[in-house]
């Protein structure tokens, strides 16, 4: 994109995008306002897994969402008709929408998309059918579990249960930066005109089948997630959705919304270099590219919301990655999943809010769990403490297996700015 055109259009405000309102399942806190504030105090969702079985591994903890009820969240829809991924993916639609103050009934006259990134879809549920077939000898499978189970009922029932006909509804399965493709998508969206709202977002529940796999490539750690730590062990499996209200901020100012930042733009890239390990030079080219399509320069980025995952490759190839980009003296670089865990495929999507947050009400969240950093890392990752800053640009990095990688820039939203 050419400067002239780039500025034009930031000008504009139909072809601005910007965030209002959120929606938030999380093992720190559910709603934004819970969520900002477990962000705050470093709060962690570690603790001993129960939604399955885990006899038999030497160690089982992950952050799993309790004593909260996604069901309250969905007024229409049969709750046995949804899967666990889908209950959260819900929910955090209707959530968003309540949050962003708009009327169902504006919506529903509108051209408008939701699209849901996710990793496993619903293999919480195949993992019970698997485990009734083995159980009972049968390999009959229940019809209304069997209804329930396809991946694009996150983005599809979203749309059911809100009423909302005039919608494309898609479900991305990108993986772990599943919900910055989603969030990249609704962004291109609404700056074309094609549609004049997305709810875009992430969706996971944890499963068995995700946990074994991580656990048998011995990338479980065996208590915490300590992101670039000299002592990190590997991630922890986590759970949840984070749901983006993204609209024009010509819309947004005619009803008077509150706005928590600007999606200034993204960069998307895939290396297929391997099935797991990251590529370096690949990683690096992404942020460019994210750079350059939201016409911000190194020096302004203020933060970056790594994907840093606590493995021993991801965090130095990431950290190097970053080096690259950035130089010696790169901008504080903090891993969310030290608190949520590896949410899977709503893991960029929640960190995306997270950035939103943060730069909304002026504080950088901790890298927790953090005792010293690995010299082969480099970076300032926040530890253990929040610290109150002015983020005006901050960037949200989403790695994903198989090379999918997509990083999402947001600014500050200030009027008249940019």
Request: some cysteine.
């Amino acid at each position: 994109m050419s400067e002239s055109l780039s500025d034009a259009m930031r000008d504009d405000a139909a072809s601005r995008v910007v965030l209002t309102g959120f929606g938030v399942f999380s093992s720190i806190g559910v709603g934004a306002d819970e969520f900002a504030e477990g962000l705050r105090a470093g709060r962690s969702g570690a603790k001993p897994i129960t939604v399955f079985d885990t006899e038999g591994f030497a160690h089982a903890n992950g952050c799993e969402i309790d004593g909260s009820e996604p069901e309250r969240w969905i007024h229409h829809l049969p709750v046995e008709t949804l899967g666990r991924a889908t209950k959260f993916s819900v929910a955090a639609a209707r959530m968003a929408v309540e949050a962003a103050g708009i009327d169902l009934e504006t919506l529903r006259a509108q051209r408008g998309m939701i699209s849901i990134g996710t990793t496993d879809g619903e293999s919480y549920d195949l993992d019970h059918l698997v485990e009734t077939e083995i159980n009972s000898g049968s390999a009959a499978m229940e019809p209304t579990v069997a209804r329930r189970i396809s991946p694009n009922r996150l983005s599809i029932a979203a749309a059911q249960e809100l009423g909302l006909s005039n919608v494309d509804a898609v479900t991305i399965a990108t993986a772990c930066s599943a919900g910055n493709y989603a969030i990249g998508q609704g962004f291109d969206a609404i700056r074309s005109g094609a549609v004049d709202y997305a709810l875009c977002g992430g969706a996971d529940a944890m499963c068995r089948k995700t946990f074994t796999g991580f656990y048998r490539l011995g990338t479980i750690a065996p208590d915490v997630c300590r992101p670039f730590d000299s002592e990190r062990k590997g991630i922890l499996t986590g759970e949840g959705a984070g749901v983006l209200m993204l609209e024009s901020l010509a819309s947004a100012r005619a009803r008077g919304a509150r706005i928590y930042a600007e999606v200034l733009g993204y960069g998307m890239n895939c290396d297929a270099y391997h099935q797991v390990a990251p590529n370096q030079a690949s990683v690096a080219r992404c942020m460019e590219i994210a750079l350059e399509n939201a016409g911000v320069k190194a020096q302004e980025v203020d933060l970056v919301s790594a994907h840093g995952t606590g493995t021993k490759a991801n965090d130095v190839t990431e950290s190097r990655a970053i080096h690259d980009v950035y130089g010696d003296t790169p901008p504080r670089t903090v891993s969310l999943k030290s608190m949520l865990g590896h949410t899977m495929g709503a893991a960029s999507a929640l960190a995306a809010i997270a950035c939103a947050l943060s730069a909304y009400h002026g504080f950088i969240p901790p890298t927790i769990n953090h005792r010293e950093t690995d010299p082969e890392c480099e970076i300032d990752c926040v530890p253990n403490q929040s610290v109150e800053a002015d983020l005006r640009i901050v960037q949200n990095n989403g790695l994903a297996f198989g090379g999918n990688n997509a990083i999402v820039i947001l600014g500050k939203y200030e009027d008249g700015a940019r």
